[in-house]
């Protein structure tokens, strides 16, 4: 299993052609995801291992989704191919919707408004590296934002992360993979468990609220992801403390409609919605494009979105019928993608078994098509 993830994409690949021979042949489940992320951005998951865990899962379709990079894509394809699961690839990126009647909103970015998440899905193969060209300089300048931040943590903390040494190594940046704020915190994660033996009466120290879940977590002698948990915390609840603003890094979204209409991909606005629980447990209670959505959904059209994606089990029912209900009015493609980016995080999205989403898992079905025409 530990080869999944061995450096050299040749081992993985070979061992997920003797590992696929010991899973059970499945019959079509009806469970898709095309949304799940690998170590090319951050993950606990090589492309190869993503579409082993998915195919062990029951998932009929997998989808590779990274920020700021598509360097695993073709792994993933060739993996997919290796364990007869069909696949579909892009990538997810933030833009600036300066110029826009979102400016200045907070639109699905917990960090900052004025800036949004979207999604490039369904990439046709022959343009991944033009995709991968196109975000190149944008990750270049993310590395530089990286660096401030990680000097605004040492100055909030009583450890010492270093950019070079600690998060760099964490990621696949010299193969054209991104390089994430949680990979900052993921290092940041693993100092802070070595410094504090009592984790959980540091971060109350620090004025960071624990849960009880995540106090059971963080307090459990045999738990192997505790610096996987201990990153959600920080995620929630310390980002605030250290972010820095994105700018340069961050496409306007009209370069970025424009890139995904000259590749042949179809653009996605993500939607999020207010958050009041989080399920992922790694973002704090705050409101999003609710109060404002036929705005929103009038002005991507606009722009030329072709989709919206989002996340199932991660909104209320009167949420999601909003959502959909504004899709067919402005005759945008429903996507479902749920984020795989923490070993904890399931691959089956529950949701899909109500009928009332039938169309995410033909949409799935789709997307694949498209990619291959």
Excluded at 62 to 75: F, L, P, Y
């Amino acid at each position: 299993m530990e080869r999944l993830n061995h450096s050299d994409v040749t081992v993985r690949l070979a061992a997920l052609e003797e590992l696929v021979k010991d899973l059970p042949k499945q019959e079509p489940s009806g469970n898709v995801n095309n949304h799940i992320h690998t170590f090319y951005s951050f993950s606990p998951y090589s492309p190869t291992k993503a579409v082993y865990m998915a195919k062990k899962a029951g998932l009929d379709t997998a989808g590779i989704m990274d920020h700021d990079s598509v360097s695993g894509c073709r792994e993933f394809i060739r993996a997919g191919e290796i364990a007869d699961l069909p696949t579909t690839v892009g990538c997810e990126c933030r833009v600036s919707f300066d110029g826009t009647r979102l400016a200045g909103k907070r639109i699905n970015n917990p960090d900052q408004c004025g800036v949004a998440y979207v999604t490039i899905h369904s990439i046709p193969h022959k343009n991944i590296e033009r995709v991968a060209a196109f975000f190149a300089p944008y990750n270049e300048k993310r590395n530089q934002r990286n660096r401030k931040m990680v000097d605004k943590i040492n100055t909030l903390t009583d450890v010492t992360i270093d950019f070079d040494t600690d998060v760099l190594p964490l990621s696949k940046h010299k193969e054209g993979g991104s390089v994430t704020e949680r990979h900052i915190l993921f290092a940041l994660a693993g100092k802070l468990l070595e410094a504090h033996p009592d984790i959980v009466a540091y971060l109350e120290s620090i004025n960071i609220p624990v849960s009880d879940k995540v106090r059971a977590m963080l307090t459990d002698p045999a738990n192997d992801v505790k610096q996987y948990d201990l990153l959600g915390v920080l995620k929630g609840h310390f980002v605030k403390d250290f972010y820095i603003d994105a700018t340069d890094e961050c496409p306007h979204v009209s370069e970025y409609i424009k890139l995904a209409d000259e590749v042949g991909g179809i653009s996605a606005y993500a939607y999020l919605g207010d958050v009041g629980d989080s399920v992922t447990g790694d973002k704090r209670a705050q409101k999003f494009e609710d109060d404002y959505l036929p705005l929103l959904f009038e002005e991507i059209s606009s722009l030329g979105f072709k989709a919206v994606t989002y996340m199932p089990t991660r909104n209320t029912m009167d949420q999601l019928m909003r959502v959909r209900d504004l899709c067919a009015q402005y005759n945008l493609m429903e996507i479902c993608g749920e984020d795989i980016n923490s070993p904890r995080q399931s691959f089956i999205c529950e949701a899909l078994k109500n009928p009332t989403f039938a169309n995410l898992v033909q949409a799935a079905w789709d997307l694949i098509k498209h990619e291959r025409m």
